[in-house]
């Protein structure tokens, strides 16, 4: 299995500003995702995380707005810039492809809570 | 495209009354995974279960059950005899199979359960 850790939990943010979240994997992952859940909303894909190269970003979703880093096999990030009031959110890192032996699931970290005022 | 369709927005019933939440899907591959997530109040991500399209068994854990059916495109869950610590909103999920099993997830819009005493 995989156990994700996301930073921060939760923040209240001021528009404008940007936030970076920190998605940690305590194992080596192949594959790591970005997800959006809007208040009331369901999930959205906003982009797979790809090491040493850019991210594949769905429609909707561009690398200005949500710049993406994956360092290496066990952590990234996702920056949320220029926030605005409509990017109040819980983002959500999830996981796959576990080394050395992947059991084909996927794992979802507890996500974070942004209120952008 | 893939699409998942959970057409019943929102469930109230009496504890120990048995709910089903529906799930209709929608893809062109004849590979892939259907999921089923909680999420309780709190925000998390609960994983409830994996099916691969290749196994159409019903499966039963506890009071928790799932009726899947190719021919009708549908994944459907149910909760016998419900209580109350069941009240959440819960995802039918779809993913691409990829070489490193499921990967990223199609969501349904959720069904908000919510178990009266």
């Known amino acids: 299995s995989a156990v994700i850790s996301q930073k921060p939990s939760r923040d209240i943010c001021q528009r404008g500003t940007s936030l970076t979240i920190q998605c940690q994997v305590d194992?080596?992952?192949?594959?790591m995702f970005w997800y959006r859940q809007q208040p009331g909303q369901s999930l959205t894909l906003i982009a797979t995380a790809n090491q040493g190269s850019e991210a594949t970003y769905e429609s909707g979703f561009v690398i200005d707005k949500f710049p993406i880093s994956r360092p290496n096999l066990t952590f990234s990030t996702l920056t949320v810039s220029n926030m605005s009031p409509e990017d109040s959110s819980i983002y959500l890192c999830s996981v796959a492809g576990t080394i050395p032996v992947n059991t084909g699931e996927l794992f979802f970290g507890e996500g974070s809570r942004l209120t952008v005022l | 495209a893939q699409k998942v369709t959970q057409a019943q927005t929102e469930i109230s019933v009496v504890e120990k009354e048995d709910v089903t939440l529906d799930c209709v899907y929608e893809?062109?591959?004849?590979?892939?995974?259907l999921f089923w997530y909680k999420q309780p109040p709190s925000g998390e991500l609960v994983f409830l279960i994996r099916?691969?399209?290749?196994?159409?068994q019903n499966e039963i854990s506890g009071r928790y059950s799932w009726n899947f059916q190719k021919s009708t495109s549908s994944f459907n869950f149910t909760i016998t005899a419900s209580q109350v610590v069941d009240s959440a909103v819960y995802f039918c999920a779809l993913s691409e199979p990829g070489i490193q099993g499921a990967q990223k997830l199609v969501f349904g819009q959720g069904t908000r359960l919510t178990i009266n005493p």
């Open positions: 194992s080596q992952v192949t594959m």
């Open positions: 893809t062109r591959d004849t590979t892939y995974y």
């Open positions: 099916r691969n399209s290749f196994d159409e």
